[in-house]
């Protein structure tokens, strides 16, 4: 399986909110990456968000940056 790994919680909450399947948060570095499982699927919707093209409901995209937040901070060891 190919994997896709981004810092940007803000493409992270996107591709959340587009539905795409979070695998796992790779916590081994001061900056934690959010790993999705990769697809062509995922590619379209990440350059529809790079070239500001995405359409999605504002407050559902609000409730997943506010999950992959919850993901990063509400982590005990």
Known sequence: M???????IGIAAALMEEKHRLID???SNP????????????????GMYLRDELK????SLLLSFRKAKRLLYDYHT
């Open 2 to 8: 190919e994997e896709f790994r981004t810092k940007d």
């Open 31 to 46: 900056s934690v990456e959010f790993i999705f499982e990769d697809s062509d699927d995922l590619q379209d919707t990440l």
């Open 25 to 27: 948060l790779d916590r």
């Open 56 to 59: 999605c409901p504002a407050q």
